[in-house]
């Protein structure tokens, strides 16, 4: 039993909570405390039906890239050209998305393509090339906000069709099209990291790469899968925010990666790998929003949020150390 209680001789009950039911419920508790916290300070406004849309909106973007930074995480590696990748696939495929040009799927499958070439470029420096995921993903992030730059010459790109649009800003029966998206990201990966084969081979690696081998898993081909799926799913990132904003712009992403890595290690993937859920990333995503959010309708300076963000990284990662030791 997680939970124990036990009678005193003074008929007072006492609850002892094993380490074991914090590490598998500290998050979700965590996260219900700071909901009605907001919803105590700021009931108006925190708790009505559209600001708890726009929240699951706001997260939406980084939630996407949170999933594949998920797998990323467990194999024990990590990727910093999130934001990059995102903002070169966005750029290129927005040129591709004015009026009666081409269809709408044409810049969606010019920007998944981007995103998924620049995560295989990962995947093999990482795997043939023995470099390590930070050094190899910080040299991505430089080349990709370089191209991002040097494309249309460093102009924003806007005048966006309708039906690209809406990707990022309309809805289906009042769910904004961001978090349908999302919520198949979740699914898709919740099966993938579950249900298949792919899935056990991710945790195998993460949990020692060197029994993997001798297992008999093709690890570095898993490693390129990883990077390559991170790739995928930060274009598609990429994607939602320029048709949300209605314009790409080559600052777009700056800092996502801090964002997503946050989001999963909140949510109790561990740093060293081997450990981590979908459903724990969608509790990091989940908390990190609505404590921007809330933050926001308290009127604190954004200035502040990024400190307070910073402790609540490095709480989530002291937390992680002490439940391994």
């Given at each position: 039993m997680d939970i124990k209680q036990e009678t005193r001789k003074d008929g007072f009950v006492r609850v002892k909570v094993s380490g074991n039911f914090i590490s598998k419920y500290g998050i979700l508790i965590a996260f219900l405390m700071l909901f009605a916290v907001m919803g105590i300070l700021r009931p108006s406004t925190f708790l009505t039906v559209g600001n708890q849309?726009?929240?699951?909106?706001?997260?939406?973007?980084?939630g996407i890239m949170a999933i594949g930074m998920t797998f990323v995480i467990i194999t024990g590696g990590t990727d910093l050209s999130v934001g990059s990748m995102l903002a070169f696939a966005s750029i290129v495929a927005c040129s591709f998305a004015h009026p009666n040009e081409y269809l709408v799927f044409v810049p969606i499958i010019v920007a998944l393509l981007i995103g998924a070439l620049l995560g295989l470029f990962n995947g093999i420096v990482i795997a043939k090339g023995k470099v390590a995921p930070f050094i190899a993903t910080l040299?991505?992030?430089?080349?990709?906000?370089?191209?991002?730059?040097?494309?249309?010459?460093?102009?924003?790109?806007?005048?966006?069709?309708?039906?690209?649009?809406?990707?990022?800003?309309?809805?289906?029966i009042g769910i904004p099209v961001p978090v349908i998206v999302f919520c198949v990201i979740v699914l898709l990966g919740w099966f993938l990291l579950n249900k298949t084969r792919f899935g056990r081979y991710v945790y195998a690696i993460g949990g020692n790469e060197t029994t993997a081998k001798v297992s008999g898993i093709r690890v570095n081909s898993i490693y390129i899968m990883v990077y390559t799926l991170m790739g995928v799913l930060s274009a598609l990132s990429g994607i939602v925010l320029s048709a949300r904003v209605e314009t790409a712009t080559v600052i777009a992403g700056t800092g996502y990666e801090l964002d997503a890595i946050a989001a999963v290690i909140i949510g109790g993937t561990s740093t060293s790998g081997g450990r981590g859920t979908i459903i724990g990333t969608i509790i990091?995503?989940?908390?990190?929003?609505?404590?921007?959010?809330?933050l926001d309708l308290l009127g604190v300076s954004s200035y502040y949020q990024q400190i307070v963000k910073g402790f609540i990284i490095i709480g989530a990662v002291l937390l992680d150390k002490k439940n391994k030791a």
């Open positions: 849309l726009n929240i699951l909106r706001q997260v939406s973007i980084n040299g991505t992030m430089t080349i990709a906000r370089g191209m991002t730059q040097l494309f249309n010459g460093g102009r924003p790109i806007n005048d966006l069709s309708t039906q690209f649009n809406f990707i990022g800003g309309g809805s289906v990091g995503v989940l908390t990190m929003g609505v404590l921007s959010n809330g």
